[in-house]
């Protein structure tokens, strides 16, 4: 098959970018080097949230971008993935979030009192939740309803997608692109996740910094709850440790007291692709002219920019 457009990459960002190419008119392949359910993004708590991710400037509207389109993808959470949840957001106050905060329907604070667990400040809002397996495969399957192709291919340059005919190649690698095109700049941010029996939780609960060594959050789905976990830079070992899950399971039921005796379903572990200087969205060029855009280093937020990073790419590769 002939492409206009390779996207080398198969999380969210590369799947939500090669949609709206796709969109546009394009033809489009991806190339993953895992199934849809092997990328980092199936590992993804997913909540929507602005977490771990610069340049603050383009990450606001990168944000809402992609919370309007959650919006109108929850009027089928079944098919999509996409819910919309409430709860609370411990240790942050309200003012000091950046400006994307005033375009978040019913984002208040809250008094102390109602802030759940050993924690005081909160703010409380409907946001939403992402069940990563059903949704990545809602997105493959729409890329695939607009024509596009999805491949599991390994890419070890990226001249290998110019050398297959793509007059435009997007890199959505994620911390593969570290060796990819060899920024050092990328490292990776471990995060350890617990999978257990949802005991009847009905609302997410985060918390991270304001002296938090880990973050602690839960993110209820109607067949498990997804509790967290960890943020360990430069840190890529695969292998869960029990200690750490222990100590997951623990601060979170110092929230919900009913989360120590559920059962244990899983546990899963995913590598942030963390980025000094924040995302790289840019374009360039390959040896043989093709249009090369960048667009990766997302850290623990991807599933919250990846629409507004795509419309973004769209306009680079469709309005010049």
């Known amino acids: 098959m002939d492409s206009d457009v390779i996207v080398v990459g198969g999380g969210v960002v590369g799947l939500t970018t090669a949609i709206r190419l796709a969109e546009r008119g394009r033809r489009v392949r991806v190339w993953s080097r895992d199934e849809v359910t092997g990328t980092t993004s199936a590992v993804a708590g997913a909540l929507w949230w602005p977490y771990r991710i610069e340049p603050e400037a383009e990450v606001g509207d990168w944000s809402l971008a992609t919370l309007r389109v959650y919006e109108e993808l929850a009027a089928e959470p079944a098919a999509t993935g996409v819910r919309w949840v409430p709860g609370v957001h411990a240790g942050t106050p309200l003012e000091k979030l ?7 329907p019913g984002l208040r604070s809250i008094p102390d009192e109602e802030v759940p667990g050993p924690y005081g400040t909160g703010i409380a809002a409907r946001l939403p939740l992402v069940d990563m397996p059903v949704h990545l495969a809602w997105l493959r399957g729409r890329l695939e309803a607009l024509g596009g192709v999805f491949e599991q291919r390994a890419v070890k340059d990226l001249a290998e997608a110019e050398a297959a005919g793509a007059r435009v190649v997007v890199n959505c690698a994620g911390l593969g692109a570290r060796e990819l095109v060899g920024d050092d700049r990328m490292h990776a941010v471990r995060g350890q996740l617990v999978l257990v029996e949802n005991p009847g939780v009905d609302s997410w609960f985060a918390v991270s910094g304001g002296g938090v060594a880990d973050p602690v959050y839960f993110f209820p789905h109607a067949d498990r709850l997804v509790l967290g976990g960890t943020a360990g830079e430069h840190e890529e070992e695969m292998t869960p440790d029990p200690a750490t899950a222990e100590a997951i399971v623990a601060r979170c ?3 919900r007291p009913e989360i120590a005796d559920a059962r ?3 546990h899963r572990v995913g590598l942030r692709p963390s980025r000094a200087g924040g995302v790289r969205l840019e374009t360039g060029r390959l040896p ?5 855009v960048h667009d990766y280093g997302h850290g623990g937020a991807g599933v919250t920019v990846a629409w507004g990073c795509a419309d973004q790419v769209a306009r680079l590769v469709c309005d010049g």
């Open 98 to 104: 950046s400006g994307w905060a005033a375009g978040v």
């Open 253 to 255: 039921a110092r929230v």
């Open 264 to 266: 244990v379903l899983g």
């Open 288 to 292: 043989g002219g093709a249009l090369l």
